[in-house]
């Protein structure tokens, strides 16, 4: 019993990290009033994310997005978290 709910949890471990890819964008606008920010990656594609906080019009970002099981539509995936690139 043990063994097969370590072999599931570790299926949807396989799973969500194929769902999952890198990405690198600059952080385009900074709305303090709503505390988000904007970021274009590499692609062309803008981003919102919430949390204002220290970031700055033209920090680099790196970015892990997650694809919504839907890897063929780029429109409906999510940043999961962002980290300042100096």
Known sequence: MIKRRIIIAASVIMIA???L???YGKVVK???KKDTISIRDTYGNVWVWNGAEDWRKGDGVA???YDNGTPNKIKDD???KIRYVG
Do not use: Q
């Open 63 to 65: 970015l892990l997005m």
């Open 30 to 32: 900074v709305d303090r």
């Open 17 to 19: 990290a194929k769902s």
């Open 21 to 23: 890819y890198p990405s």
């Open 78 to 80: 999510k940043i999961i």
